[in-house]
């Protein structure tokens, strides 16, 4: 059975730094990505950044890019998401989720894997 398991959010005055992680099991096949999302009251889920686990491509939507960073500990199987200098707008719930390969990471209806979110809140 997969799991996923984000956690590390919490409240983080702008400017500072936060880190996610989201431990992950189960997985029936040896490669595939891990993406974190996120969702602010009254918008829709989006995609926040995504890693391949064997080759470790990365993927950052605009916004982040330069700020968040995404890594992976294969020993560990956790994938981070380092938050720097967040911004009030960055104020979400976070999800990680995972899937076969990026391209299902299109859709969130292809997605087959999600685990529960981790409240992140930046203060100004």
């Known amino acids: 059975e997969v799991q996923l398991q984000a956690s590390g959010g919490g409240l983080v005055q702008a400017g500072g730094s936060l880190r996610l992680s989201c431990v992950t099991s189960?997985?029936?096949?040896?490669?595939?990505?891990i993406a974190w999302f996120r969702q602010a009251p009254g918008k829709e889920r989006e995609i926040v950044s995504s890693?391949?686990?064997?080759?470790?491509?990365?993927y950052y939507t605009e916004s982040v890019k330069g700020r968040f960073t995404v890594s992976r500990d294969s020993a560990k199987n956790l994938v981070y998401l380092q938050m720097r200098s967040p911004k009030p707008e960055d104020t979400a719930l976070y999800y990680c989720?995972?899937?076969?390969?990026?391209?299902?990471?299109?859709?969130?209806?292809?997605?087959?894997?999600w685990g529960q979110g981790t409240q992140v809140t930046v203060s100004s």
């Open positions: 989720a995972a899937a076969p390969d990026s391209s299902y990471l299109r859709d969130n209806r292809n997605i087959p894997y």
């Open positions: 189960g997985f029936p096949f040896d490669d595939y990505a």
């Open positions: 890693i391949t686990w064997r080759e470790g491509r990365t």
